[in-house]
């Protein structure tokens, strides 16, 4: 009986230890917009070529519209291994990787095509590097597209129409500064928070790529849209580096191929909404300003530049003027 006994505790502590490993089989990727949008077209890609890569031996699950945080959350999480994998637009990723504010200067690159090449080639790839320093590893960069603003106030033709208006920006210094340069008031809050401070009044308006705007059905709590194009804003595919360390290397490469294939997906979509998404704005009612004096913009956020180019790497700037 004693030995029945010792068997039957060994093969339920197996059991344990094969549950236990399946689990950990298992990883979150975690993103704010909501599923149907270019970050959830980048997470099914991740979750379809992670999966088929390890035969099923990783279970990715989708975490989207804020399900685990605001990015900021999202990314300490990671840091501290309660989260395995997200998709971060740039904004809050300058607080914890400051070299990474170089790419959000308004009106530093020129198309998508230019940062695109940028982010694929050697600058991105020494930023993504940059990660590993905070305790998170930079996979691929992935895409939100050039950022437009929204008001429900007025239409904005010319810089001067931005005075005294309540935008929100995400929690970036340099964005701050350009929207403080050219008389706005900006709001720096989390995603989360947005849709509801609209439908308030607390906030007048605020600042994203087309495919934010659609996949947020931004019509109904926005009047205008103004096609300024002010920042390109990338977005990052990054890891827990907690988690990073416990995956073999062969791990590793599908974790890598699998944020290539998310990066795609999200640049994929982004083209395709760009010109279609601006007219489903229209058609919802919105009124699109697509005539805008962006040199008129560019000369109102110079400031920014000034206050904080030093800061985040001039270099790196430069950089990425003279690649065009």
Do not use: C
Not at 8 to 34: C, D, H, K, Q, Y
Not at 177 to 192: C, H, K, R, V, Y
Not at 197 to 217: F, K, Y
Not at 296 to 301: E, G, I, L, P, S
């Amino acid at each position: 009986m004693r030995t029945f006994t010792t068997t039957l505790s060994g093969m339920a502590l197996a059991a344990t230890f094969a549950a236990t490993a399946v689990e950990a089989r298992e990883m979150n990727i975690a993103f704010t917009p909501p599923l149907n949008s270019h970050y959830g077209d980048a997470g099914k890609a991740f979750k379809e070529t992670m999966e088929e890569l390890s035969g099923g031996d990783f279970t990715i699950n989708l975490k989207p519209a804020g399900a685990l945080g605001g990015e900021r959350d999202v990314l300490e999480g990671l840091q501290i291994g309660s989260i395995e994998l997200a998709i971060s637009s740039t904004g809050p990723v300058g607080n914890f990787v400051p070299s990474v504010y170089a790419l959000d200067f308004p009106f530093l690159f020129e198309s998508y095509e230019h940062a695109r090449d940028v982010l694929d080639g050697e600058i991105g790839q020494e930023l993504l590097a940059e990660f590993e320093t905070h305790d998170m590893i930079g996979l691929a960069w992935a895409e939100n597209g050039f950022r437009h603003i929204t008001n429900s106030v007025r239409p904005i033709t010319a810089p001067e129409d931005l005075e005294g208006l309540k935008l929100r920006t995400m929690e970036n210094q340099v964005h701050i500064a350009a929207f403080e340069a050219a008389g706005a008031s900006p709001t720096p809050m989390s995603w989360t928070e947005v849709l509801t401070s609209l439908q308030q009044g607390t906030i007048d308006g605020q600042e994203n790529p087309i495919p934010v705007l659609t996949a947020n059905n931004m019509w109904e709590i926005q009047e205008h849209l103004t096609l300024t194009g002010h920042v390109y804003s990338p977005a990052v595919v990054v890891m827990s580096k907690i988690h990073w360390d416990g995956l073999t290397e062969e791990e590793q490469g599908w974790i890598k191929e699998a944020s290539q294939a998310a990066a795609d997906a999200s640049r994929a979509t982004v083209s395709a909404n760009e010109e279609s998404g601006i007219q489903l704005l229209r058609d919802n009612g919105m009124e699109v300003v697509a005539d805008v004096d962006k040199a008129a913009f560019a000369t109102a956020v110079q400031p920014a530049y000034e206050q904080y180019a030093d800061q985040y790497g001039a270099e790196v700037i430069e950089r990425i003027r003279n690649s065009k």
